[in-house]
């Protein structure tokens, strides 16, 4: 069955340090990749996704992720955090194999200290 | 991407007592998704809407307890039927995107069941 992993469930980090959320998934399929950002009590928000092409992805915000087919990982990174930065971050995996949907990891939390 | 609104943003109601979720999208759309994130938890799918057939339920919902509607191709709901505490939850409707199972996602609803 198909499965995502986010073995982060909360990470505090300072301002201005560098960010890395791990995700990993369990896919039978070409996978497509996302990452989302939850603020408290908003919707969900696409940071980004992956298709094919460039393992290396640019998002919004100043999120970058990498695919690693050899490690069936899509590791979410920032450079610089910023206190707005403090949100729940989501991984999801779909594949055309499996019709529209979308498999959620569990999230992490991330915390910014000042 | 599209805009997506829900109704109402928040409710406390009543157990046995049933509430109906508005989904609009300011955009036609083909699929429409519901979600259900229970307090700390990742997001689950409900089932998916598509305008002119029946929703289609994941493992673990039925139609009686979640009847959904969707009438035309920018508008679904939601109905949380004879709810339980057990139901309190964050209710989110998304809509597929153009491309590769994206979805976005609405604000969500916020319900609490005494």
């Known amino acids: 069955a198909q499965s995502v992993t986010q073995p982060d469930i909360h990470i505090t980090v300072s301002e201005g340090a560098s960010l890395e959320l791990r995700c990993n998934y369990s896919y039978g399929a070409t996978p497509y990749l996302f990452w989302y950002v939850q603020s408290p009590g908003q919707g969900l928000q696409l940071l980004l996704k992956y298709f094919s092409g460039d393992t290396l992805v640019q998002g919004i915000k100043g999120f970058e992720a990498e695919f690693k087919r050899s490690q069936s990982s899509f590791n979410l990174r920032k450079p610089s955090v910023h206190w707005s930065d403090a949100a729940e971050y989501f991984c999801a995996v779909g594949a055309r194999e499996y019709g529209n949907k979308l498999v959620f990891g569990a999230g992490t939390i991330l915390r910014v200290k000042s | 991407s599209a805009v997506i609104s829900q109704k109402p943003s928040r409710d406390i109601c009543q157990r046995g007592t049933s509430l109906t979720i508005q989904c609009q999208v300011d955009?036609?759309?083909?699929?429409m998704f519901w979600y259900r994130q229970q307090p700390g938890q990742s997001l689950t799918l409900i089932a998916t809407a598509n305008q002119g057939s029946e929703a289609t339920y994941e493992s673990g919902f039925v139609i009686d307890k979640f009847p959904i509607s969707r009438p035309n191709l920018t508008f679904s709901t939601l109905t949380v039927s004879n709810m339980s505490p057990e139901d309190s939850s964050i209710y989110l409707c998304s809509v597929a995107g153009t491309t590769y199972n994206e979805q976005f996602f609405g604000p969500g609803t916020r319900l609490t069941v005494l």
């Open positions: 955009s036609q759309v083909t699929m």
